[in-house]
């Protein structure tokens, strides 16, 4: 069997690539996966229940990461025994690419191989089964990836929240008073300067002997 196909990621290339080196999301995807673990950096073990038509297998087996190309793919490759159901062994090449910023282009090809009793079940059944796993796998593998970029997203779309605008100052109460004319002259300089100007006048006649003269007359 052989598939070749093309998935969409909402999710920048460096973070797909991640979430496929990531065993707690490739088990989230597997279909059937009871248990993944990492044995070493690019080896796994696994515990998968496939169902074939009307026969049901738990598969046991090893899952290896070859040909690593980060950020831009690699081979993804696995083999079990399902006891008297029979083996089954496989694997799939991914290809990352950038779709824009936010979006990664994952083209897989897969091939796979089954012997034993589920051989028996014949090649349509075998391979449609085969296609209908690896097409569930990466279905979930996008909207995990897509699940997990959506908070960040979220987070720099928010918008900026406005600070409040600090109170005006209140007036000081002079500046509330309203403003004060001049208060007019006193009467009483007035008549200080009358007076003054009369007595200058009387001290100029008694020196030219004006009122003298008047009283002589």
């Known amino acids: 069997m052989r598939m070749d196909e093309t998935q969409r990621v909402p999710a920048p290339q460096a973070k797909v690539w991640a979430a496929l080196n990531d065993p707690q999301i490739l088990k989230q995807c597997i279909p059937g996966c009871e248990s993944l673990e990492m044995s070493s950096p690019t080896d796994m073990v696994a515990a998968v229940v496939v169902k074939v038509g009307p026969v049901k297998a738990q598969f046991s087996g090893k899952v290896t990461l070859s040909d690593l190309d980060p950020p831009n793919g690699y081979r993804i490759s696995g083999e079990g025994s399902g006891g008297p159901a029979g083996f089954a062994k ?23 191989q ?10 349509r059944l075998i391979d449609a089964t085969a296609k209908k796993l690896a097409g569930e796998f990466f279905q979930a593998f996008a909207e995990a990836v897509a699940r997990a970029e959506a908070p ?11 600070l ?25 300089s007035a ?21 003298r003269a008047a009283q002589s007359s």
């Open 164 to 188: 409040p605008r600090p109170a005006a100052a209140a007036p000081s109460p002079a500046a509330a008073l309203p403003p004060q004319t001049a208060a007019p002259a006193p009467r009483s």
């Open 90 to 112: 496989g694997g799939a090449t991914v290809a990352l690419s950038p779709d824009g910023p936010d979006a990664t282009l994952l083209h897989y090809v897969v091939d796979a």
């Open 152 to 162: 960040v997203a979220a987070s720099e779309a928010a918008p900026a929240v406005a």
């Open 191 to 211: 008549r200080a300067s009358q007076g003054w100007f009369a007595r200058l006048v009387a001290a100029l006649r008694r020196l030219l002997g004006l009122d």
């Open 114 to 123: 089954i012997g034993g009793k589920l051989a028996q079940l014949g090649g």
